[in-house]
């Protein structure tokens, strides 16, 4: 049955569309940001990061242990310590998979502000610093296009804020 589960992983900063690509396709989504909105009432507040991705896990695997073959966690996943967290235990196995959303940083903060929600500039920028290509990873499978304002150069990203 192992075999069968399949994590689908986010890449992508925020306001890229990732909430958006997840909810087209028709299986359980896992999202960051609503498990912290219901627990602290905010969509970001990073005391609470450690309780939202453990609650997030076990979400997921709730789900795969209920027969679900396939499920989405909807969060930046923008660094392989974040996607390594997701890394299947004995007891719940699955692989993992990415789906990257490659929306130009400028359009991410043109997004967070239209949407009120300009606090996410200065975790736009640092996703962006912080960035780390997925192929690195040596697990799950890549989709990469690109974005249009960044430069890649030996596994790190350069971009225009």
């Not at 589960?5 to 992508?12: A, C, E, F, N, S």
């Not at 396709?25 to 453990?54: N, T, Y």
Request: a neutral charge; aromatic letters at 12%.
């Amino acid at each position: 049955m192992s075999d069968e589960r399949k994590l689908i992983l986010t890449v992508g900063l925020p306001r890229s569309g990732k909430t958006t690509w997840a909810l087209r396709q028709g299986c359980p989504v896992v999202s960051g940001d609503a498990i912290r909105e219901a627990i602290f009432g905010k969509l970001w507040w990073p005391p609470g990061e450690h309780q939202v991705m453990m609650t997030a896990r076990t979400m997921v695997r709730a789900l795969f242990l209920v027969g679900h073959n396939t499920v989405i966690f909807d969060s930046i996943n923008v660094t392989r310590q974040a996607r390594r967290f997701w890394l299947p235990t004995a007891d719940c196995l699955w692989t993992i998979d990415y789906m990257s959303i490659n929306t130009v940083p400028s359009i991410c903060k043109e997004r967070a502000i239209a949407s009120d929600q300009a606090y996410l500039i200065p975790v736009i920028k640092n996703a962006v610093y912080k960035f780390e290509t997925p192929e690195t990873d040596n697990f799950g499978d890549w989709v990469k296009d690109g974005w249009n304002e960044c430069d890649f150069f030996d596994g790190e990203i350069r971009c225009v804020i």
